[in-house]
T-cell receptor
């Protein structure tokens, strides 16, 4: 299995631009998580899905952030408009419910100038 | 609510030194406990886990014992190597689909 695949690995954009981060979970995993990692706040859970349905989005910082999972093999995290304080590494992770082993992607490093 | 507290970093050790990274948790019932490791430029990977009290998880020379009485899951290694330099995260999960992570402890091992 190729693991959790994220793209792009690095993104540099200017303030106000739209950013879309993509994630392909491991086949058969029914939970998908989006995390954000910064030096100041550590690892934060933004949102998670079960069977493509958003279950808890209480960690999404504000309306500029949105996430979708149109099917079991693809999810997006969108920021519109982006701001410099959104600069962080965004991780996607997936799991089979109850399996106890969360598998992370390599992350997408976002820099907003 | 559930939470994990781990020791502040960064930690710097010489090669072959003994490592301890403290982790304590707050949770109802009997959660599963984990240590994840993040190497530079990579995502987090599972290092070891324990699913019930007194269990010892081990991997790559690292060990941690699930101590219900002290609500702790301290990570230890008898002799660290330069290649162990990474950030280590303690975590817990009740249901296997919600995870609570600590803030991470950065370890640097110098030759």
């Amino acid at each position: 299995d190729a693991g959790v695949i994220q793209s792009p690995r690095h993104e540099v954009t200017e303030m106000g631009q739209e950013v879309t981060l993509r994630c392909k979970p491991i086949s058969g995993h029914d939970y998908l998580f989006w995390y954000r990692q910064t030096m100041m706040r550590g690892l934060e859970l933004l949102i998670y899905f079960n069977n493509n349905v958003p279950i808890d989005d209480s960690g999404m910082p504000e309306d500029r952030f949105s996430a979708k999972m149109p099917n079991a093999s693809f999810s997006t995290l969108k920021i519109q408009p982006s701001e410099p304080r959104d600069s962080a590494v965004y991780f996607c992770a997936s799991i089979i419910g109850g399996a106890n082993v969360l598998t992370f992607g390599a992350g997408s490093r976002l820099t907003v100038l | 609510g559930d939470s994990v507290t781990q020791m502040e970093g960064p930690v710097t050790l010489s090669e072959e030194a003994f490592l301890t990274i403290n982790c304590t948790y707050t949770a109802t019932g009997y959660p599963s406990l984990f240590w994840y490791v993040q190497y530079p430029g990579e995502g987090l990977q599972l290092l070891l886990k324990a699913t019930k009290a007194d269990d010892k998880g081990s991997n790559k020379g690292f060990e941690a014992t699930y101590r219900k009485e002290t609500t702790s899951f301290h990570l230890e290694k008898g002799s660290v190597q330069v290649s162990d330099s990474a950030v280590y995260f303690c975590a817990l999960s009740h249901t296997g689909n919600q995870f609570y992570f600590g803030t991470g402890t950065s370890l640097t091992v110098i030759p």
